[in-house]
């Protein structure tokens, strides 16, 4: 019984995978992941650069905790997670990691950002029921939209984990009126990227 239960269970995960590479999924993670490379490089690249030749980064962290309040800059990063992405999170979880409690605005950010998917999600979800938005929203996110057609729950995964707009994938998601209790589920590993990059970014910045 537990033989053919391998059997079929190796068959379906076959299947998946010849589904996936028929319809360009791993093709689409490899040039995705590579488009957004070169923007976290470039980002590197300036930080370097500031901290070198203009200002200790570690100073201008320390002068923005001190200096922002903390509510205005999470404000400001939940607006950013709920429209675009258009800010890096990268720049919040380094100011994060300078502020008194690291630990305690790393998970506020990793669950504002969650907020923010569901906030894009529900937007999608409500143009979708206005025609001449939703007609414009198919054509501007066409291929965002026919992508999470094809892949579902696996789009919304690489979108919470790689270094992707979040809120893109939830947005299409939303106007494909994806399963909203399957998206909160995968939707949930954004808190395992924000918890790598915690690690990462406050191990750089000792």
């Known amino acids: 019984m537990s033989t053919k239960t391998n059997t079929s269970k190796k068959s379906r995960l076959r299947l998946l995978h010849q ?23 470039l980002f590197i690249i300036a930080l370097v650069c500031v901290h070198y ?8 962290l320390e002068y923005a905790t001190e200096h922002f309040p903390p509510l205005g800059v999470l ?6 997670e709920s429209i675009l992405g258009l800010i890096p999170p990268e720049i ?11 630990n305690l605005y790393l998970a506020a950010l990793a669950t504002l950002s969650y907020a923010g998917g569901i906030v894009s999600y529900v937007m999608g979800r409500s143009i979708a029921n206005i025609p001449r938005v939703f007609n414009y929203l198919e054509g501007s996110m066409a291929k965002h939209i026919k992508n999470m057609r094809k892949w579902g729950g696996l789009l919304i995964i690489v979108g919470a984990i790689l270094p992707l707009p979040f809120a893109i994938s939830s947005m299409a998601a939303g106007v494909i009126k994806f399963p909203f209790k399957k998206y ?23």
Do not use: C, M
């Open 75 to 80: 404000g400001i990063f939940f607006a950013s």
């Open 19 to 41: 589904y996936y590479t028929y319809t360009g999924f791993y093709s689409f993670v490899g040039k995705s992941i590579y488009k957004a490379l070169l923007p976290i490089a």
């Open 53 to 60: 030749f203009v200002i200790d980064i570690n100073d201008a």
């Open 92 to 102: 919040f979880i380094a100011w994060s990691g300078k502020s008194e409690h690291p």
């Open 184 to 206: 909160l589920a995968f939707g949930l590993l954004r808190f395992v990227r924000f918890l790598v990059y915690g690690i990462a970014i406050f191990g750089a910045l000792k």
